[in-house]
């Protein structure tokens, strides 16, 4: 059974941090290229940033870039992320996803994953 499971969501103040973690089982981590979506009340799925299966390669979204940062734990089967700098509009349902991962390559359509963790809310005050 795959499970994805997230955890380090909470309520933080506008400039601080978080760091949220998936944790993969049931399917093979090392093939296995991850990436973070979050969702805001009233608006679409969003993505936030995903890494290729090795690690080696990362993409960060456009409205998060420079202060977030995705990385990787292959003996924990967990993937992070880093969020500095908080801003009251990354309020949202952060999900994190697993698809087959093909070489270095990194996806950042929803639609090119197949398992999704249930989300942890993340809310910052301004």
């Known amino acids: 059974q795959v499970q994805l499971v997230e955890s380090g969501g909470g309520l933080v103040q506008a400039g601080g941090s978080l760091r949220l973690s998936c944790a993969v089982s049931?399917?093979?981590?090392?093939?296995?290229?991850m990436g973070w979506f979050r969702q805001a009340p009233g608006k679409e799925r969003e993505f936030v940033a995903a890494?290729?299966?090795?690690?080696?390669?990362?993409y960060i979204g456009d409205s998060v870039k420079g202060r977030f940062t995705i990385s990787r734990d292959a003996a924990k089967a967990t993937v992070y992320l880093q969020m500095n700098s908080l801003k009251p509009e990354d309020t949202a349902v952060y999900y994190c996803?697993?698809?087959?991962?093909?070489?270095?390559?990194?996806?950042?359509?929803?639609?090119?994953?197949?398992?999704w963790g249930q989300g942890t809310q993340v809310t910052v005050s301004s």
């Open positions: 890494i290729s299966r090795s690690g080696g390669n990362m």
């Open positions: 996803a697993a698809t087959r991962g093909r070489g270095g390559t990194y996806y950042y359509l929803s639609l090119d994953y197949d398992n």
């Open positions: 049931g399917l093979p981590f090392s093939t296995s290229a």
